[in-house]
């Protein structure tokens, strides 16, 4: 699987070590492939843990916090949308080693798909399989790629039904994709029932085309420069209208000053955090 799938999960693993959890997840450690487990246990020491915060911060400054809040901020969408039987079903658009489906304990009656490519979905069933024995009765993978297939079709072939009430989380997947696959997939989760939500985030446009750096030269330079990864970006002020489009109605954008007011701060914490990323909550 693509570092970029364990790398999010990786941080999430290593921040268990420190006593004030950003996204508490007893699943972390256990989900990561072997070699990846390592550095996840050896980061109980301290001076392992912060070594690891260092060399994610000299490429984005603020991104490891940045990363958990992020997390965090989605957990908490989707644990408000299902309380009181609010939902009907949760896909999750790029999966990677994600446990949202298991951290989050308000979706443990809640029908999960998780979608993402078929390489990355064989190894996360394996890594599911090895953590908890049987397949969770209620995850459902499911291998598209967003880019050429039909994610819809894809999903009701799996047993979705788009008469469904569904929080659709698509978290740091955007970046990756060209504004008409980002369009098309919007698109496509336009299809669900009434009272649906959509959770996700997006880069800056300005980060992305290279105006303003925001602290992350050294990671823009790799990904978007060099690999050619990162390729779509958006203005947070035009989101709603982007949205609006596809019968969505834009509820809460959250960035750095909402994640150190709601998270950083009850927690005590002073970590810096990054402008390039937000997240976005948007209901039908």
Not at 4 to 18: F, K, R
Not at 197 to 205: G, Q
Request: hydrophobic share 45%.
């Amino acid at each position: 699987m693509e570092r970029t799938a364990v790398g999010p999960t990786l941080i999430v693993a290593i921040d268990q070590y420190d006593e004030r959890t950003l996204v508490p997840d007893p699943w972390a450690v256990r989900i990561l492939p072997r070699r990846w487990r390592v550095p996840a246990v050896l980061s109980r020491f301290k001076v392992v843990r912060n070594a690891m915060i260092a060399a994610t911060e000299n490429s984005v400054r603020g991104g490891w916090a940045s990363l958990l809040c992020r997390k965090r901020y989605i957990d908490d969408v989707l644990a408000g949308a299902a309380s009181g039987g609010g939902l009907d079903a949760v896909v999750i658009l790029g999966a990677g080693y994600d446990t949202r489906a298991h951290r989050v304990l308000q979706l443990s009656d809640v029908p999960v798909w998780e979608v993402d490519l078929p390489d990355n979905i064989a190894a996360k069933t394996a890594a599911l399989q090895r953590c908890f024995g049987p397949m969770p009765a209620n995850v459902t993978p499911v291998s598209v790629d967003l880019e050429h297939g039909d994610l819809i079709g894809s999903l009701t072939g799996a047993g979705f039904d788009t008469g469904m009430r569904t929080a659709f989380v698509w978290e740091s997947v955007t970046m990756y994709l060209t504004e008409p696959v980002v369009r098309r997939t919007l698109q496509a989760t336009s299809a669900c029932a009434a009272g649906s939500h959509l959770v996700f985030t997006h880069f800056r446009k300005d980060f992305v085309d290279g105006v303003s750096l925001y602290g992350a030269q050294k990671a823009r330079e790799r990904f978007a420069d060099k690999l050619h990864l990162w390729r779509y970006g958006i203005d947070p002020e035009d989101v709603a209208g982007v949205l609006a489009e596809y019968g969505w109605r834009e509820t809460e954008q959250a960035g750095a000053s909402e994640y150190r007011k709601r998270y950083l701060a009850p927690a005590g914490r002073s970590d810096p955090l990054s402008e390039i990323e937000r997240a976005v909550w948007a209901q039908r």
